[in-house]
């Protein structure tokens, strides 16, 4: 629920983008994960600043991921290379459709009036099944936890990552993750929204990858398949 004072107290907020300390987890090091960044066949995409591919108003859509890494939203490192925030044969396109939203000089997307409603689209790449962790770091009002959705999926596993109190205005600035883990789809849409007005997203990463067999089941896997085939040439 908003805590703002109204008027340009929480314009202000929303101009003001969260300075505290990097909270975002790497799939690399994170207990979900168990891949890097780059690895063929895996996604990765990060926003830390938003743009407006249609300024006229209406809905906002960025579909440009940060070219720089950050601290808070990482990055891949190519060989040789520069380190970007963009990986994987996918598009990556964030759209905000409430029509009351506005990009800030601090490359926020905020709302004064009404409640921010945003998707995220990409493309998994036909392995399956598959994970996909969003990350999103908002201030001032938080997300409603019912509408954050993939393809009209719930997550599997959601965590408070950070809370920082935003001094002189109310409300907190909010780091979450979301994990789901699917068995198919390959055009997706995460779907996330406040419950009113005064959300200010300020950063937001999508990392997503196939699911590994476990290496148990495919030593088990392929000792029954070792089995099947003597049996079959003691039968001929």
Known sequence: ?????????????????????????????????????????????????????????????????????NSLI????????????????????????????????????????????FTLEFQNNGALPFQVALQTRTLGTELDPA??????????????????????FGGDQIDNLFVWRLAAGRDLTLAFAAPASHLSLDALTLDAAPVPVPAAVWLLGSALSAMTFAARRREI
């Open 147 to 168: 509408s954050i959705l993939l393809n009209g999926v719930a997550p599997d596993h959601r965590q408070e990552l950070s809370r920082l109190a935003l001094s002189g």
């Open 1 to 69: 629920m908003s805590r703002f004072a109204p008027g340009l107290t929480a314009l202000a907020l929303a101009l003001t983008a969260g300075n505290a300390a990097a909270a975002f987890q790497d799939p690399a090091t994170a207990a979900w994960g168990g891949w890097t960044r780059g690895t063929p066949g895996t996604l990765y995409a990060g926003w830390n600043f938003f743009s407006d591919e249609t300024p006229r108003g209406g809905v906002i859509v960025d579909s440009t991921p940060d070219v720089a890494a």
């Open 74 to 117: 990482g990055g891949v490192t190519t060989p040789g290379g520069p380190t970007f925030t963009q990986f994987g044969d996918s598009t990556f396109r964030v759209t905000e459709t409430s029509g009351g939203s506005f990009v800030t000089g601090g490359g926020n997307i905020y709302s004064v009036v009404l409640a921010n409603r």
